[in-house]
């Protein structure tokens, strides 16, 4: 690499990281949904690697998860199965980043999990829209409905997860691959693991088409 573009690179680096850390910042400071004003948003370098060419996107931090552990899918059994799968296909963790369409965890009165209202999602959209940008992946991953229908508060598309589970598709100049989520509940209900891991099989093609292997260079 000539110096000339290690120069641009290094700059490049860095203004990633000045426009995310005002990104995370903004998020943590936001109180647009008077429900999560008690809780802070998941957004910040534990999320993983603003350069990642892949970005997992879920639905929302989890009570015994993310909202806990600060990190994305981590400390719940959806975090284990998650990790479970990438592992299947040889994708480290440091390789990739991870964002939900609501970035506060959403509960009920009772304290349970909820999923995000319309509204919740609308006014997270502009900061999913702004970790896109700032990432962006070449490959984007949806963890389930909640997650593929936030993206078209980004850039419309008609992609249903029934219709497009097991494809890679085109969406926003990038390539999308729709799966559903890693919650113990739906590998109970409605996507085995045999199925789960077929559909790894699709995010690694999309990666491979790409020209990307699973694990990138620092």
């Given at each position: 690499?000539?110096?000339?573009?290690?120069?641009?690179?290094?700059?490049?680096?860095?203004?990633?990281?000045?426009?995310?850390?005002?990104?995370?910042?903004?998020?943590?400071?936001?109180t647009?949904?008077?429900?999560?004003?008690?809780?802070?948003?998941?957004?910040s370098?534990?999320?993983?690697?603003i350069?990642?060419?892949?970005?997992?996107?879920?639905?929302a931090?989890?009570?015994?998860?993310?909202?806990?552990?600060?990190?994305?899918?981590?400390g719940d059994?959806?975090?284990?199965?998650?990790?479970?799968f990438?592992?299947?296909?040889?994708?480290?963790?440091?390789q990739?980043?991870?964002?939900?369409?609501?970035?506060?965890?959403?509960r009920?009165?009772?304290?349970?999990n909820?999923k995000?209202?319309?509204?919740?999602?609308?006014?997270?959209?502009?900061f999913?829209?702004?970790?896109?940008?700032?990432?962006?992946p070449r490959?984007?991953?949806?963890?389930?409905?909640v997650?593929?229908?936030?993206?078209?508060?980004?850039?419309?598309?008609?992609?249903?997860?029934k219709?497009t589970?097991?494809?890679?598709n085109?969406?926003?100049?990038?390539l999308?691959?729709?799966?559903?989520?890693?919650?113990?509940?739906?590998?109970?209900?409605?996507?085995?693991?045999?199925a789960?891991?077929?559909?790894y099989?699709?995010?690694?093609?999309?990666?491979r088409?790409?020209?990307?292997?699973?694990?990138?260079?620092?």
């Amino acid at each position: 690499m000539s110096d000339l573009l290690c120069f641009k690179s290094v700059a490049n680096n860095h203004s990633k990281s000045r426009a995310f850390e005002t990104l995370a910042q903004e998020a943590s400071s936001c109180t647009r949904c008077p429900a999560m004003c008690g809780r802070k948003a998941v957004l910040s370098t534990l999320n993983g690697r603003i350069d990642a060419r892949i970005m997992f996107i879920g639905e929302a931090p989890g009570r015994k998860g993310a909202d806990r552990t600060r990190v994305p899918f981590s400390g719940d059994q959806s975090g284990a199965n998650l990790d479970r799968f990438l592992n299947s296909i040889q994708l480290p963790r440091d390789q990739i980043f991870i964002t939900s369409a609501a970035l506060c965890n959403p509960r009920t009165d009772s304290g349970a999990n909820r999923k995000p209202t319309q509204k919740e999602l609308s006014n997270c959209s502009t900061f999913l829209r702004r970790t896109i940008d700032i990432v962006n992946p070449r490959v984007v991953v949806t963890l389930g409905t909640v997650a593929l229908e936030a993206l078209k508060r980004i850039h419309y598309h008609e992609f249903t997860l029934k219709e497009t589970i097991g494809k890679v598709n085109e969406w926003n100049g990038r390539l999308l691959v729709p799966l559903y989520h890693p919650s113990p509940q739906v590998l109970a209900s409605h996507r085995r693991e045999s199925a789960q891991l077929k559909d790894y099989q699709v995010v690694a093609q999309a990666l491979r088409l790409q020209g990307l292997s699973a694990i990138q260079s620092s």
